[in-house]
């Protein structure tokens, strides 16, 4: 091959390999502690938010 330059390409991991559910979990806040996440020149404080705990599910068919 002389002058030819021959280009590779990549495919996604093989399906066969992963998983067919996948699942995550995610808490913010866990101690339920009020903070200041702002304020503003007149003096009004913005807190950040509650105890929150969301979750997903991702299923492959």
Known sequence: ???RK???QSRPDDTSRTPAC?????AE???DRVYTTGR???GVI???????VRGGV????
């Open 46 to 52: 913005s807190i950040g938010e509650p105890f929150m």
């Open 40 to 42: 503003t020149t007149d």
């Open 29 to 31: 806040n866990i101690f």
């Open 22 to 26: 996948q699942g995550s979990v995610a």
């Open 6 to 8: 021959r280009i590779r």
């Open 1 to 3: 091959m002389s002058g």
């Open 58 to 61: 991702r299923l492959r068919f």
